[in-house]
């Protein structure tokens, strides 16, 4: 269920937008079926990375909720308003401040670009059960060709 839509036009005010979320509508939490945020981002916040995580932390314990965020790489650091952000760090920075704030929140991960997927913690689970799968499968056959040589 999509509860709700928050854009921070002309910066990347995300306590604000956040705050918005939580006091507004997931006051009445036992009225919501789904309790997962969804942030879609080009870019760090504003506000420092421990800042948002402590608050994060402290948001998502009292409501059992789950923020995961969608970190889109763009090739220039301007937006398409030629609006430069207030504080600025490189993908990677960036990255790996949302996978904290993601990990407080006991969210999910996931970094794209234009040129694909460089992280998503759905394909890093999917590609550990697959792991898992054949390491089992190689167990079994290894098994039935010991029975096989016994008898």
């Known amino acids: 269920r999509w509860v709700l839509s928050l854009q921070c036009k002309g910066s990347r005010n995300f306590m604000s ?19 997962g945020l969804y942030l879609l981002t080009t870019g760090i916040s504003d506000q420092e990375t421990h800042t948002i995580s402590a608050y994060v932390a402290e948001v998502c314990r009292g409501f059992d909720l789950h923020l995961h965020v969608c970190l889109f790489s763009l090739m220039k650091d301007i937006d398409s308003n030629g609006v430069i952000p207030a ?4 993908p990677t920075e960036t990255a790996r401040a949302f996978k904290e704030i993601v990990q407080a ?23 550990s059960e697959m792991e898992k799968a054949k390491n089992y499968s190689q167990k079994c056959a290894f098994l039935v060709e010991s029975l096989k040589e016994r008898s």
């Open 87 to 90: 504080r600025y760090a490189n």
């Open 17 to 35: 937008a956040l705050r918005r979320a939580v006091e507004v509508d997931f006051k009445d939490k036992d009225k919501h079926n789904s309790q």
């Open 105 to 127: 929140a006991n969210g999910r991960f996931h970094w794209f670009g234009e040129a694909g997927i460089f992280e998503s913690d759905d394909i890093i689970s999917i590609v």
